[in-house]
């Protein structure tokens, strides 16, 4: 086999892999064939090359956006800055935003871009210049505005990066009073909002919460309901690995083990997460990290035992290789696409249970909709109600202490009296949003004895939503 073939078979597989979840899934549903292969296909694949100059040289570099569906207006989803970023890779990704989309009931459709470069190897000038450059490529085309198509941080790129995009999207459009939300996972001081950047993170801890909850559910797994004292392994300690592990552990998980490119590290009376990252900080590893068993192969640490494992790096990590030798009863997919079909077959029939990417990591669209509705509204959240609760509030505390001749302390006081801040606000919006769609594709799940994974659930729940939403458009009778 030509080395050309391998790496044509090895960038096929995930768009493919996201079609046959979907194919299975559809089953399940009554849509007509026509219905189904809209929703599941790539609306525009946009592919450009530009040139950046690089020291005294130039150099070309290929990058990607993708709308997978316009059924609701505009498309969303992340920029990937990697290396290994591929078509394949981002028409899966750019699907798997319409559907988790519509699992959360965010209204967009599903995008995803990817630009081929190693940021490790650019300076920040050199990045800069490259995102302003990808901005007007998209400008260009109309791939890009607040009610078209608006991008968000994906693996590799963050708040920096998206102001660079704002500020270009603004330039180029003088006086579009909505300009800003153009894109989501802006700094906060350049219109961005409170708790995006943990969002992603938080949202997976709460479906996990969600998850272990559920104490018929446990039952079967052979598992106590609740977080308390459960071991979790996670692997990825990037934004979304890092504030999983952070959120879990707060909500009285024990994180056990740690797992990065260089190694994984395990201790099964817990780890501290900040102790953890701080020391790979310093040293450049998560290696030696005292008082930890060590894994030089990172794939290691994921087999440890566990309850949980939250594979929240890249995709394809749990495989038909591995998935007889994950020890956890639970996998909650704070990455997309960690699960192969092939290993999730295999470990749904060890007894185990998935909770889907499309759901799972949910928490950071969810916020960034918060951001896009801050930004066409021009108001923080909580600006103009906050004073108006905290008077009113303080008028009930006072006639009931008036009434009833208690007086309540200091503390008891400022908890009730306090208004809600935009950071409570977007945290209490993201929960809401998590519990209700776990519970959303939990009932269908369980109205369906045939329905054999919560993937396949989600994906029901999904292509309901979306195949209304084309009938909504009228397109379809
Ligand atoms: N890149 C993130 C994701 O895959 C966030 C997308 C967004 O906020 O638009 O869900």
């Not at 909505?178 to 801890?205: F, N, Q, S």
């Amino acid at each position: 086999m030509s080395n050309s073939s391998i790496i044509a078979e090895e960038e096929t597989h995930f768009f493919g892999d996201v079609c046959k979840n979907f194919d299975y899934a559809a089953q399940f549903t009554n849509h007509e064939a026509g219905l189904l292969d809209q929703i599941k296909s790539c609306n525009s694949v946009y592919r450009f090359r530009f040139p950046i100059r690089k020291g005294n040289h130039f150099e070309v570099i290929d990058a990607w956006r993708i709308e997978h569906s316009q059924h609701q207006s505009p498309t969303k989803g992340g920029i990937r800055y990697s290396e290994m970023v591929n078509e394949d890779e981002v028409m899966a990704l750019s699907a798997l935003m319409t559907y988790k989309c519509a699992i959360v009931n965010v209204p967009f459709g599903g995008a995803k871009g990817g630009i081929k470069i190693n940021p490790k190897n650019y300076t920040v000038a050199e990045l800069e210049n490259i995102t302003r450059r990808y901005t007007v490529e998209l400008i260009k085309k109309n791939f890009i505005g607040p009610s078209i198509d608006v991008p968000a941080p994906d693996y590799g790129s963050g708040e920096r990066e998206m102001s660079w995009i704002a500020d270009t999207y603004a330039t180029m459009n003088p006086g579009q009073l909505d300009a800003m939300g153009c894109v989501t996972g802006k700094p906060l001081a350049l219109h961005g909002i409170a708790g995006r950047r943990e969002a992603t993170g938080r949202g997976v801890a709460i479906a996990t919460r969600e998850c272990v909850n559920v104490a018929e559910d446990m039952e079967k797994l052979g598992l106590t309901p609740g977080l308390a004292g459960k071991k979790v392994i996670v692997q990825g300690l990037g934004n979304v690995g890092y504030h999983s592990a952070k959120f879990l552990a707060e909500f009285g998980a024990t994180i056990v083990g740690l797992c990065e490119f260089e190694g994984a590290v395990y201790n099964e009376n817990g780890l501290d997460v900040d102790s953890v990252f701080v020391h790979r900080k310093q040293t450049g590893s998560i290696l030696g990290y005292p008082g930890a068993k060590e894994f030089k192969n990172s794939m290691e640490g994921l087999e440890q035992p566990c309850d949980i494992l939250i594979p929240a790096a890249l995709e394809n990590q749990i495989t038909q290789e591995n998935a007889a030798r994950i020890q956890a009863k639970i996998i909650c997919e704070g990455a997309n696409g960690p699960t192969t079909p092939e290993a999730e077959a295999i470990f749904y029939a060890k007894g185990g249970i998935i909770i889907p990417d499309m759901y799972a990591n949910a928490g950071g669209v969810t916020v960034s909709y918060f951001e896009w509705l801050k930004n066409l509204s021009h108001v923080a959240f909580g600006r103009m109600s906050r004073r108006f609760e905290e008077n009113s509030n303080q008028n009930l505390v006072n006639m009931v202490e008036g009434i009833t001749g208690m007086s309540l302390s200091p503390t008891q006081r400022s908890t009730i009296i306090k208004g809600a801040s935009e950071l409570e606000l977007v945290n209490s919006g993201l929960e809401d949003t998590m519990i209700r769609s776990y519970h959303e594709i939990r009932e269908t799940w369980k109205n369906n004895p045939k329905i054999d994974t919560m993937r396949t659930a989600a994906f029901v729940g999904a292509i309901n939503k979306i195949a209304v939403s084309y009938q909504n458009l009228g397109v379809w009778p």
